[in-house]
């Protein structure tokens, strides 16, 4: 299966989702996270960062989203969870 980085204007595609993941974390600008503030990569660790550490709720009034972004979200970290090592990516980020 090959993974596509999804940031808007990037066309990079990956063999695996870890390299997609690397690629977002180390190739794009980090972003601001509209409900606290803080600095995170963009793509998968900006979803990840919005919804493991913020309600649906604040991500909803935060962003602008709607049930259908939601669900789309957490059905991409779904995906990305079940196929990716989240431990080697992270080990990889900390290097």
Known sequence: MA????????????ADAESAVLHQSTEHERRECKVCGAIVPDGYLAIRHAFSEHSRAEYVRAYG????????????LDEIETEADIKAIASELKR
């Open 3 to 14: 993974w596509e980085c999804g940031i808007e204007g990037c066309n990079e595609v990956f």
């Open 65 to 76: 989203a709607n049930a259908e972004d939601v669900r789309e979200r957490e059905e991409l």
